[in-house]
């Protein structure tokens, strides 16, 4: 009889195929997207740049980046038959689930619809980034009868991004953080990022401890009753996550220029109990949680930021994926019964 493939669960060490668009380091604390540690990326580049090295596989020369730069904000524009559907969208829905719903919608209406060659799938993924922003504007302001406010063609992503999430327009400084965040969330592998929302729940604990002389007990308390403490915790790094340190010291920085430490503070004593009690770091959502606060984003829009930056990641392996196009089959292994026979349904009891 031959052996048969065993199942591993939550598919844990299952190698599900090939991609040379980023990797975690072996030694289990560093990401890097295409051979550059994201941490250099997200304080010396720019969201433009990295979605651009992630979806076309190399950095752009400077002619490149301007090109590339231009086209996202002549894509930024959606169509207008969207509107509509954002008016229709019910408020009890997320804004999570109702972008899944509009970025659905843009599919139907793609110049390229149908067109899976890699020129056609780099225009859809470039038409899919430059878009996201003013989906996620719309689907939060379309149900309540509100328009989305003009886009700046003179900003760049990220400071259109804020500017339409906050309806102000951000300082550069403010800007320059939050599109630091983006670059650190544009890419992780295969992962279905079926957890997304720790951002925005790891911020309404922070708000639920409120002080930070109630932090150490009411985590200590959430833990003897065994509480998943978001934003702690990977599937993939055991060490660290490498993009946590790097936004929090932006985050420090900005909540020091800020003069409003009180959430850093509450954070601080999370991460040192988590530590001392579970051996568990933070991972990337934790600092970006309270960055976002600081930043006056709504946390509705934690999660839909998180799928506005990782767009460029999930194209670029979408194009990844259909270059070299070979059906993706995976099997389970059967746990139910065997041998039954069939009883008419009279006789059943
Ligand atoms: C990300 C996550 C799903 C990884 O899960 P995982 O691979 O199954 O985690 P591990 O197997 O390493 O967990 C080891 C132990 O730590 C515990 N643990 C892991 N993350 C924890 C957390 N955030 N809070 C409390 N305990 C946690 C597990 O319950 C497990 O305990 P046990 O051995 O007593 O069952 C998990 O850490 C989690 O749910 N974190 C919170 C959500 C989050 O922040 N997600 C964003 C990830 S970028």
């Not at 939550?10 to 890097?32: Q, R, T, Y």
């Not at 991004?161 to 953080?177: C, M, N, Q, V, W």
């Not at 040192?272 to 959502?285: I, Q, S």
């Amino acid at each position: 009889m031959t052996q048969r493939p065993q199942a591993q669960s939550g598919m844990e060490g299952i190698i599900a195929g090939w991609s040379a668009i980023s990797e975690v380091d072996p030694s289990g604390d560093k990401l890097i997207y295409r051979g550059y540690d994201v941490r250099e990326l997200a304080e010396k580049s720019s969201y433009e740049e990295v979605a651009y090295l992630i979806m076309m596989g190399a950095l752009p020369d400077a002619k490149q980046l301007a090109d590339f730069k231009e086209k996202l904000v002549e894509e930024r524009i959606i169509p207008s038959e969207l509107n509509d559907i954002f008016k229709r969208m019910p408020e009890r829905a997320s804004v999570m689930d109702r972008l899944r719903t509009a970025v659905s919608f843009l599919g139907l209406v793609d110049p390229d619809e149908g067109n899976d060659t890699h020129d056609a799938n780099i225009r859809k993924a470039i038409r899919l980034v430059a878009k996201m922003p003013a989906l996620i504007a719309g689907c939060y302001l379309g149900p309540k009868n509100k328009q989305i406010p003009a886009q700046n063609s003179k900003f760049p992503h990220a400071k259109n991004f804020l500017a339409l999430l906050t309806g102000k327009e951000p300082d550069d400084y403010s800007a320059k953080i939050f599109d630091a965040s983006l670059i650190l969330y544009a890419e992780h592998g295969f992962n279905a990022s079926t957890h997304g929302g720790a951002n925005e729940q790891a911020m309404k604990m922070l708000l639920e401890i409120g002080e930070p002389a109630k932090a150490e007990s009411w985590i200590r308390d959430a833990l003897a009753k065994k509480k998943k403490i978001m934003g702690f915790g990977h599937r993939v790094y055991k060490i660290q996550d490498s993009r946590a340190p790097i936004l929090k010291k932006m985050l420090k920085e900005y909540a020091e220029k800020m003069r409003n430490l009180k959430w850093l503070q509450i954070a601080d004593t999370v991460e040192r109990v988590m530590k001392e009690e579970k051996n568990l770091f933070p991972n990337v959502d934790f600092p970006c949680a309270v960055l976002y606060y600081e930043l006056g984003i709504s946390m509705e829009f934690y999660t839909p930021i998180f799928a506005a930056a990782r767009m460029a990641g999930w194209c670029a392996h979408a194009i990844e994926q259909l270059d070299n196009n070979r059906l993706i089959r995976p099997e389970c292994e059967y746990t139910g019964a065997h041998d039954q026979s069939y009883t008419p349904i009279d006789q059943r009891r």
